[in-house]
């Protein structure tokens, strides 16, 4: 069975510098997610991506967080300049469309130090 | 964000009984709901889904109620297995304008359910 494919499993960044998640939607998806899961917390939205550009974002998703399609095949969360609070689990997701759930990759541990 | 809440953090439950998982939403523009499962370090698996012209939807041994009245939505997992172990999540989309949604979820905080061998 196709799978959202997420690397790498844990990122250890130092404060302050730039990190980049990838993720690798099912291939004929159309819809495609960032969520996020700080320790003990709720699974929380970030932005969605839809046609090529971002079709909604959270309040989360300030102007430190970007993501690009590239290649038509990868899909990357970047963070400009990472805090200690942006530690969490980062879960991409992806979609065909109408009412078809969404199918989470396996996410990506991002410790910041 | 408490549009959607699963109240109880955790369920234990002897292996062959029924799990009974609930969740409630206050939010009434919502008209789908999906239950998910997590295993640790692992993301979360898509269960089962049910649309609100329905009031129930079976796939196995999962079935998933809704009440819309009461803003409820129950899992009944018969009869559980220790592989059932795991968090559970209800989540939400909105109801897009026009009939699309780009379809963002909002999650209830989970419950662990453990099932006893």
């Known amino acids: 069975e196709p799978e959202v494919t997420q690397t790498p499993s844990h990122q250890v960044t130092q404060m302050g510098q730039e990190v980049i998640l990838r993720c690798v939607p099912i291939s004929n998806h159309l819809y495609f997610y960032w969520y996020r899961q700080i320790l003990g917390q709720k699974v929380e939205f970030l932005v969605s991506?839809?046609?090529?550009?971002?079709?909604?974002k959270s309040e989360i998703f300030d102007d430190q967080f970007s993501v690009e399609r590239p290649d038509g095949s990868n899909f990357t969360l970047k963070i400009r300049s990472t805090k200690l609070e942006d530690s969490a689990m980062y879960f991409c997701?992806?979609?065909?469309?109408?009412?078809?759930?969404?199918?989470f990759g396996d996410g990506t541990r991002l410790s910041i130090l | 964000d408490q549009q959607v809440k699963q109240n109880s953090p955790s369920l234990s439950v002897q292996e062959g009984r029924i799990s009974i998982l609930n969740c409630d939403y206050t939010?009434?523009?919502?008209?789908?709901f999906l239950w998910y499962k997590k295993y640790p370090a692992e993301g979360p698996t898509f269960l089962i889904s049910?649309?609100?012209?329905?009031d129930k939807n079976e796939d196995g041994r999962f079935t998933v109620f809704l009440n819309k009245s009461a803003k409820h939505l129950s899992l009944h997992i018969v009869p559980s297995q220790p592989g059932d172990s795991a968090v559970y999540f209800c989540?939400?989309?909105?109801?897009?304008?026009?009939?699309?949604?780009?379809?963002?979820?909002?999650f209830g905080q989970g419950t662990i359910l453990t099932v006893h061998p």
């Open positions: 991506f839809y046609n090529n550009e971002i079709s909604e």
């Open positions: 049910i649309s609100s012209i329905k």
């Open positions: 989540a939400a989309p909105p109801r897009g304008a026009g009939g699309t949604s780009y379809g963002k979820l909002t």
């Open positions: 997701a992806s979609r065909t469309g109408g009412n078809q759930p969404q199918h």
């Open positions: 939010n009434s523009m919502f008209d789908y």
